[in-house]
């Protein structure tokens, strides 16, 4: 990967991790826990995905451990996340979602082109995409007591899995590795987006007695 895109990547990560670990922030200040619950929610979502990704597709080492940037970006959301939530004034609904959004598409690139750099499949990489960028969130959900909203109707899955085939699809077609990241993280907002505007969901499967 050339050095701009590794770049754009990186700091791309970071905002990213910070945007989920606002939302472990969240959670954790709904179930009143204290402030090493705060971190630990806001860790595991953040970087849970991506720990299990690295773990699987058998990572030299996970990426936090060589690079502590990481662990201060939880850190610092942890402990301005706290404050921010209890501001009068809040940010309006959307932007969240959609900073969540861009999290996760990004999320989903990262996990899908390290899958491909350790020379697995294009089904694996999308596979390793969507742990990436789902997985964190499903921890929090689990510590919370609470349903992944993954295994709900929620949109949430299916838009990495659309980004993570537009990703690898576009590189095996012989695409550049930036439009096929363009490409791939527009997928992903795109439906993840319209699913937030237009409250769309997949459909339930429930069996009548």
């Not at 990572?59 to 939530?85: H, N, P, R």
Request: aromatic share 12%.
């Amino acid at each position: 990967m050339q050095p701009l895109m590794q770049t754009i990547f990186y700091w791309s990560d970071l905002f990213g991790t910070a945007v989920f670990a606002f939302s472990g922030v969240l959670m954790a200040g709904r179930l009143r826990m204290d402030g090493f619950g705060v971190i630990v929610l806001a860790a595991v979502t953040a970087i849970g995905g991506g720990t299990i990704r690295d773990l699987i597709i058998g990572a030299d080492k996970v990426f936090w451990t060589v690079d502590s940037w990481y662990l201060w970006v939880i850190l610092g959301t942890a402990l301005i996340g706290q404050f921010m939530a209890k501001l009068p004034r809040r940010l309006p609904w959307y932007i969240l979602p959609l900073a969540d959004a861009f999290g996760l598409a990004i999320f989903t690139i990262i996990g899908a082109e390290k899958a491909l750099e350790y020379g697995y499949s294009g089904m694996v990489a999308v596979v390793m995409g969507v742990i990436t960028g789902v997985a964190g969130g499903m921890i929090r959900d689990v510590l919370a007591r609470e349903i992944p909203m993954v295994l709900q109707r929620e949109i949430y899955a299916t838009a990495s899995v659309l980004g993570g085939i537009i990703y690898t699809g576009s590189l095996a077609l012989g695409m550049a590795t930036l439009l096929a990241t363009v490409l791939g993280m527009s997928g992903t907002l795109i439906l993840r987006t319209a699913a937030i505007r237009w409250h769309l969901s997949l459909p339930i499967f429930a069996l009548h007695r």
